[in-house]
T-cell receptor, first 115, second 114 residues
């Protein structure tokens, strides 16, 4: 079975500073990797995903994540954060074939951007 | 626009009562999922369905049941609510025909069991 570890439950950072949210997974087979974002009192929204190909994936709002197979990591980074990036971020992994593909989530990282 | 909705958004109930949380999606997705979200645990899978009349247990299914009589709806029932079931519940759906099986989430239902 796969598992996902998000090492930091809370990450406070000042506006315009860089940030890295860490995610490690365990799986003996190939996986798809996702980062979801949850703004206060809302559901989860997909931020970015790694399926195959280039190991560096980007979102439309400046976040990027790099798939590192040897370290089984999928850390999320942003070079300069904004107040509006304050949210909870979840890393997730899926494996399986065809339609039988479920998501396993990490415990989440609360990113708080300070003025 | 297609969407996924949950009702009610907030619910307070008493221990021992039966509670049903509704989930409705207009994406026409075959796959539907129920999760609960608790501090320190992220989202944990309760039940899921890959199509009409198909239901499966997830990681934390004890005390919950689901039924799938059509493509659009997957109601979640708490047979006899317990205080340990106080949580935020999220429904999600996905299209098994897409390569990544991206899941789309509803806004959540906050359930309090007193």
């Amino acid at each position: 079975a796969q598992s996902v570890t998000q090492l930091d439950s809370q990450v406070p950072v000042f506006e315009e500073a860089p940030v890295e949210l860490r995610c490690n997974y365990s799986s003996s087979v190939s996986v798809y990797l996702f980062w979801y974002v949850q703004y206060p009192n809302q559901g989860l929204q997909l931020l970015l995903k790694y399926l195959s190909g280039s190991t560096l994936v980007e979102s439309i709002n400046g976040f990027e994540a790099e798939f590192n197979k040897s370290q089984t990591s999928f850390h999320l980074r942003k070079p300069s954060v904004h107040i509006s990036d304050t949210a909870e971020y979840f890393c997730a992994v899926s494996l399986g074939s065809g339609s039988a593909r479920q998501l396993t989530f990490g415990s989440g990282t609360q990113l708080t951007v300070l003025p | 626009d297609a969407e996924i909705t949950q009702s009610p958004r907030h619910k307070i109930t008493e221990t021992g009562r039966q509670v049903t949380l509704a989930c409705h999606q207009t994406w026409n997705h075959n796959n539907m999922f129920w999760y609960r979200q608790d501090l320190g645990h992220g989202l944990r899978l309760i039940h899921y369905s890959y199509g009409v009349q198909d239901t499966n247990k997830g990681e934390v299914s004890d005390g919950y049941s689901v039924s799938r009589s059509n493509t659009e709806d997957l109601p979640l029932t708490l047979e006899s609510a317990a205080s340990s079931q106080t949580s935020v519940y999220f429904c999600a759906s996905s299209d098994p025909q897409t390569i990544n099986n991206e899941q789309f989430f509803g806004p959540g239902t906050r359930l309090t069991v007193l």
